[in-house]
């Protein structure tokens, strides 16, 4: 086959994967970042208004309180999914039926879809008829204001979010866990390590390119879902669980500010990229000091 025949193969079967990625990936964000100039509110033709919008987030106390509300969603969300999965890693990666039955069990929420989860959750939550308070009465407490309080509510939402991401994030530890190689705690044991000596000294060390994966998938996860908050608590009480994604699309389709809502997508894809940055510097600086 000529050279020339090759080239045009290779570009037939890219051509698809490039399409794919400008319409649904490249484009959205290149109509996002122009949108940020304009007013639009969807009915009218948009006007440009230059770094107006800018402006009004810089003003905009709710949007911070929003930016706010994101990170200790993902400062509180980050610990509870970084242990449980790991800890679910380390039960259930021997491969046997119990453990191949438990981790469909713990990955099931990841699969199921965002709405239909948090919904069952809402319910569950429900001071009124939910089942946490029906057994919380049975025991003789009182129930529990879980989405009416601004506190309990976001804890409410973190804990879902937690729940949904874990069993993802522990099938990565397992996957981690049975590439480390045996020998290396058969030499623990001849030295006479012990468990938890051979845990903190091999197990932990080995698994620091899945510490980071877990890290930067829960903190994206994090940063741009919307869908529990909104189903649970539609980002309240007043708005101590509105997350910026949710402010965000409030202000597109509630108060039809689009060109509003793309500066503030702008803000957030920034951020995002500056964490995105650190966590890949850690990555390296781990890398090149031989950590890894």
């Given at each position: 086959?000529?050279?020339?025949?090759?080239?045009?193969?290779?570009?037939?079967?890219?051509?698809?994967?490039?399409?794919?990625?400008?319409?649904?990936?490249?484009?959205?964000?290149?109509?996002?970042?122009?949108?940020?100039?304009?007013?639009?509110?969807?009915?009218?033709?948009?006007?440009?208004?230059?770094?107006?919008?800018?402006?009004?987030?810089?003003?905009?106390?709710?949007?911070?309180?929003?930016?706010?509300?994101?990170?200790?969603?993902?400062?509180?969300?980050?610990?509870?999914?970084?242990?449980?999965?790991?800890?679910?890693?380390?039960?259930?990666?021997?491969?046997?039926?119990?453990?191949?039955?438990?981790?469909?069990?713990?990955?099931?929420?990841?699969?199921?879809?965002?709405?239909?989860?948090?919904?069952?959750?809402?319910?569950?939550?429900?001071?009124?008829?939910?089942?946490?308070?029906?057994?919380?009465?049975?025991?003789?407490?009182?129930?529990?204001?879980?989405?009416?309080?601004?506190?309990?509510?976001?804890?409410?939402?973190?804990?879902?979010?937690?729940?949904?991401?874990?069993?993802?994030?522990?099938?990565?530890?397992?996957?981690?866990?049975?590439?480390?190689?045996?020998?290396?705690?058969?030499?623990?044991?001849?030295?006479?390590?012990?468990?938890?000596?051979?845990?903190?000294?091999?197990?932990?060390?080995?698994?620091?390119?899945?510490?980071?994966?877990?890290?930067?998938?829960?903190?994206?996860?994090?940063?741009?879902?919307?869908?529990?908050?909104?189903?649970?608590?539609?980002?309240?009480?007043?708005?101590?669980?509105?997350?910026?994604?949710?402010?965000?699309?409030?202000?597109?389709?509630?108060?039809?500010?689009?060109?509003?809502?793309?500066?503030?997508?702008?803000?957030?894809?920034?951020?995002?990229?500056?964490?995105?940055?650190?966590?890949?510097?850690?990555?390296?600086?781990?890398?090149?000091?031989?950590k890894i």
């Amino acid at each position: 086959m000529k050279k020339i025949d090759i080239v045009k193969n290779r570009f037939v079967f890219i051509v698809p994967s490039f399409v794919f990625h400008f319409l649904f990936y490249l484009l959205p964000i290149i109509l996002m970042i122009i949108l940020a100039f304009f007013s639009w509110d969807l009915l009218n033709s948009p006007s440009f208004v230059g770094l107006e919008n800018f402006k009004g987030l810089i003003q905009d106390k709710w949007f911070w309180n929003s930016i706010v509300v994101t990170l200790k969603y993902t400062f509180f969300t980050l610990p509870i999914v970084f242990v449980t999965s790991l800890i679910l890693g380390l039960l259930l990666q021997e491969e046997n039926r119990f453990s191949k039955v438990m981790r469909i069990f713990f990955y099931w929420p990841y699969m199921i879809p965002m709405v239909a989860g948090g919904t069952m959750w809402k319910w569950l939550l429900s001071r009124d008829f939910g089942l946490v308070n029906h057994i919380l009465n049975q025991l003789g407490f009182n129930p529990v204001s879980w989405l009416e309080n601004p506190t309990l509510a976001l804890l409410s939402v973190v804990i879902v979010q937690a729940w949904v991401l874990s069993g993802f994030m522990m099938m990565l530890y397992i996957v981690g866990l049975q590439a480390v190689p045996e020998e290396f705690y058969e030499a623990a044991s001849i030295d006479g390590a012990s468990n938890f000596q051979k845990f903190w000294f091999i197990t932990l060390p080995l698994l620091r390119n899945t510490h980071i994966s877990v890290i930067t998938l829960t903190i994206a996860n994090c940063f741009r879902n919307f869908t529990i908050a909104y189903i649970m608590t539609t980002g309240g009480p007043g708005y101590a669980t509105t997350v910026a994604p949710l402010y965000i699309y409030q202000k597109a389709f509630t108060d039809f500010r689009i060109g509003y809502s793309s500066a503030g997508s702008i803000v957030i894809l920034l951020i995002s990229l500056v964490i995105a940055y650190v966590v890949s510097k850690v990555q390296e600086r781990d890398l090149e000091g031989g950590k890894i």
